[in-house]
């Protein structure tokens, strides 16, 4: 067994040094790295035809269980989640519907109009609208046309666009941390652990909505200086262009918004109705289909499959430190060091799971960290998982906003940036987002002792 740990583990290191490194697309380092996982690790070192069907974990989509829960908690399993898989597919699938009609853009155009196109309040508007479509949408579609709008409209009205970017891409991941669909480390959080959307707007939820009023408060100040030099720019309103002008088929537009409300009205409820997100996932990508039949092939090959390919490899190698006992001797140092004190416990995993978001995907780092809390909260007395669940949830979304790379928003609300004529440095994003997470990792961290401890 300690020649496959060994193995496992420097599949794993491996892999993460060359998803950082970026040589290679990272689907392709994920899916390679998975084979390696079932052929080395469970083949030659483990003679385990078990461990490889644990980790495909193909059994888990014929169950009842796995599309109807019936109010029980859902059963954990290893290997790869094909519920969060699927529920990530639908709803790229209704988004890219949503997309076509100009929803977004629509949107955008309209808050724009509603606050007289005033660049303070459209400055605070943008960033409250970043993070509630975060909460149900992906952050990365939430950022790609937030970002393209505030450009168009900072040409318009005359206005430094990178201040609003740089509030808009922490906000997305900050609305991202509030529910369950709304990041994909929480999707995963919430479909391996059972968990569901109340489960999270009623605990992570809470800690985003009361770390937003500090985050606008905080952008405010940092960027009051650029703000009013623009609102001493005399614009001709009328001569802006009507928010209707953005939707390009009326029809696709309502049907789109039609579909949206029922996707949240599904997630809402889930818990209630015994629809899983694999279950809620497919049905909003078949009704998309199926209403969009002309626009079916354009739809489907905007769907982002290698995002896709990625999950499927990195919950294969992830899978081979779960069969090899590597996580629980994981699990066993945090306990050990932290002498089984919960608030310690939870303070470790905020803050690495920041610190380490920062600087590396989180997404496998989320993937990785959930046998590990599973495990500490089986071995150490008195530890509730859902704790160190919310404690994970919130480092990682949270941690990922530091830097230019810690999470997809972040690169994509740059590049549209760098692309429309506004670069963004390092140093430029850094000062004012690291500041930002060590704030909100902070109200977090005194959140979570306070109700929890």
């Not at 483990?46 to 009842?64: C, E, K, Q, Y």
């Not at 590597?326 to 310690?344: E, Q």
């Amino acid at each position: 067994m300690l020649a496959a740990q060994i193995l496992a583990v420097i599949i794993f290191v491996v892999m993460f040094l060359m998803i950082i490194t970026e040589k290679f697309e990272r689907h392709i380092i994920t899916l390679v790295c998975g084979l390696l996982t079932l052929i080395l690790v469970f083949g030659v070192c483990m003679h385990s035809i078990g461990a490889v069907t644990d980790t495909l974990n193909v059994h888990n989509i014929f169950t009842l269980g796995f599309w109807y829960s019936a109010g029980e908690a859902a059963e954990e399993s290893s290997g790869i989640n094909w519920a969060t898989i699927i529920f990530i597919a639908g709803m790229m699938i209704m988004v890219e519907g949503m997309a076509k009609a100009g929803f977004f853009r629509w949107l955008c155009m309209r808050l724009a109009k509603i606050v007289n196109y005033k660049t303070t309040p459209l400055f605070i508007a943008f960033m409250i609208m970043s993070a509630v479509l975060a909460m149900f949408i992906d952050s990365i579609t939430v950022i790609l046309f937030l970002a393209a709008v505030t450009v168009e409209l900072a040409q318009l009205l005359k206005f430094n666009p990178i201040p609003m970017i740089l509030s808009e891409i922490f906000c997305a991941n900050l609305g991202g941390s509030a529910t369950m669909c709304g990041d994909p480390p929480n999707i995963i959080i919430g479909t391996s652990l059972g968990y569901s959307f109340a489960d999270f707007i009623t605990n992570t939820g809470l800690i985003a909505g009361i770390a937003l009023v500090f985050v606008i408060v905080y952008f405010y100040f940092v960027f009051r200086k650029e703000l009013k030099k623009s609102a001493n720019n005399n614009i001709d309103i009328s001569s802006l262009p009507k928010p209707e002008s953005a939707i390009t088929d009326k029809t696709g537009f309502v049907i789109s918004t039609l579909i949206f409300l029922a996707a949240v009205v599904l997630l809402i409820t889930h818990a209630q109705t015994g629809l899983t997100v694999a279950t809620i996932g497919l049905f909003i990508a078949i009704v998309t289909i199926l209403t969009s039949l002309k626009h079916t092939g354009e739809i489907l090959k905007k769907v982002d499959y290698k995002t896709l390919l990625f999950f499927v490899g990195l919950f294969v190698v992830v899978g081979g430190l779960e069969q090899t006992g590597v996580l629980k001797l994981v699990a066993g140092f945090i306990g050990k060091i932290s002498g089984g004190n919960l608030m310690l416990m939870i303070a470790i995993i905020i803050w690495v799971s920041g610190i380490a978001s920062a600087f590396v995907d989180n997404i496998p780092f989320a993937a990785t960290m959930i046998p590990v809390i599973s495990s500490l909260s089986q071995t150490v007395p008195g530890v509730d998982l859902k704790v160190l669940a919310w404690a994970l949830s919130m480092g990682t979304d949270i941690g990922g906003s530091a830097t230019p790379i810690g999470a997809s928003a972040n690169v994509v609300g740059t590049s549209v940036a760098a692309k429309k004529g506004y670069p963004v440095g390092w140093g430029q994003y850094c000062k004012s987002a690291v500041p930002a997470t060590v704030l909100v990792l902070t109200v977090s961290t005194l959140y979570i002792f306070i109700r929890y401890c």
